[in-house]
């Protein structure tokens, strides 16, 4: 499914709040361990994403998933956003960062460690593939983070934010999936999988939508090479090849 054909909540907060979340740990157990005594709040939070994501892979047909997802998707925007805003409270920065990496590390291991034997080997490739994208994905939304929104091209800005939001919060919730299903033994019937692979497929998006939205913020400029200059043995050597062609002609 395109990520352009998804309802996604507008964002009603500052779209840095949801860059902060782009690697926190969205895992009951996870979080409990990596995010330790922060806010017990930050941690009720978890728990409903958590909560959302076990209803999902429960389904065991493609009808009863889709519908599970169509139910959950909105409220587990609505919490992923409440968990930057918390973020950007309760937790500095570094400690952000720090518990972003330890994340993406885990996520990692999940899937290299146990997803040939829980997932099966194919989704456990894409896992993996789309936790190294999304760590690209972190690193832009940092350069991103630091930067100021240009007034010049603010709808244009605004716009490819949202692009970016849609995709990376669809990414992320089947990301989530695959991640609940390896911790807790849970298996991913066959007619969900197809849309589990789909969902993986948006970390692409997102990643597309969150390099343009960098270039908005801070243009890269146009390298121009400069002309060429020929030494008198590269004018010899082409001349050389244009008399072959010549007698071969």
């Given at each position: 499914?395109?990520?352009?054909?998804?309802?996604?909540?507008?964002?009603?907060?500052?779209?840095?709040?949801?860059?902060?979340?782009?690697?926190?740990?969205?895992?009951?157990?996870?979080?409990?361990?990596?995010?330790?005594?922060?806010?017990?709040?930050?941690r009720e939070v978890v728990v409903v994403i958590d909560g959302l994501v076990a209803a999902s892979i429960d389904q065991r047909s493609s009808a009863e998933f889709v519908k599970t997802r169509e139910e959950v998707f909105p409220q587990y925007v609505a919490a992923i956003t409440a968990l930057g805003s918390l973020a950007r409270i309760v937790i500095p920065k570094q400690t952000i960062d720090r518990i972003s990496l330890?994340?993406?590390?885990?996520?990692?291991?999940?899937?290299?460690?146990?997803?040939?034997?829980?997932?099966?080997?194919?989704?456990?490739?894409?896992?993996?593939?789309?936790?190294?994208?999304?760590?690209?994905?972190?690193?832009?939304?940092?350069?991103?983070?630091?930067?100021?929104?240009?007034?010049?091209?603010?709808?244009?800005?605004?716009?490819?934010?949202?692009?970016?939001?849609?995709?990376?919060?669809?990414?992320?919730?089947?990301?989530?999936?695959?991640?609940?299903?390896?911790?807790?033994?849970?298996?991913?019937?066959?007619?969900?999988?197809?849309?589990?692979?789909?969902?993986?497929?948006?970390?692409?998006?997102?990643?597309?939508?969150?390099?343009?939205?960098?270039?908005?913020?801070?243009?890269?400029?146009?390298?121009?090479?400069?002309?060429?200059?020929?030494?008198?043995?590269?004018?010899?050597?082409?001349?050389?090849?244009?008399?072959?062609?010549?007698?071969?002609?």
């Amino acid at each position: 499914m395109s990520t352009a054909a998804i309802t996604v909540p507008a964002p009603k907060i500052n779209l840095g709040q949801l860059l902060k979340v782009v690697g926190l740990p969205t895992e009951r157990d996870r979080a409990a361990t990596t995010v330790g005594q922060i806010s017990n709040l930050f941690r009720e939070v978890v728990v409903v994403i958590d909560g959302l994501v076990a209803a999902s892979i429960d389904q065991r047909s493609s009808a009863e998933f889709v519908k599970t997802r169509e139910e959950v998707f909105p409220q587990y925007v609505a919490a992923i956003t409440a968990l930057g805003s918390l973020a950007r409270i309760v937790i500095p920065k570094q400690t952000i960062d720090r518990i972003s990496l330890e994340s993406f590390s885990e996520m990692e291991a999940d899937f290299r460690d146990f997803g040939d034997s829980s997932l099966g080997s194919d989704l456990a490739e894409r896992g993996l593939f789309t936790v190294w994208t999304i760590r690209k994905i972190y690193d832009l939304a940092k350069e991103i983070e630091a930067s100021e929104s240009p007034k010049e091209n603010a709808k244009e800005d605004l716009e490819k934010a949202r692009e970016f939001v849609r995709a990376a919060l669809w990414n992320r919730f089947h990301v989530d999936c695959l991640i609940k299903s390896i911790r807790t033994s849970k298996p991913i019937y066959p007619g969900v999988v197809e849309h589990i692979r789909d969902g993986l497929r948006a970390a692409v998006d997102a990643y597309a939508h969150v390099r343009q939205w960098a270039d908005i913020r801070n243009p890269r400029p146009d390298l121009d090479p400069g002309p060429i200059e020929w030494t008198g043995e590269d004018e010899a050597w082409v001349m050389d090849s244009v008399r072959d062609l010549e007698q071969t002609a």
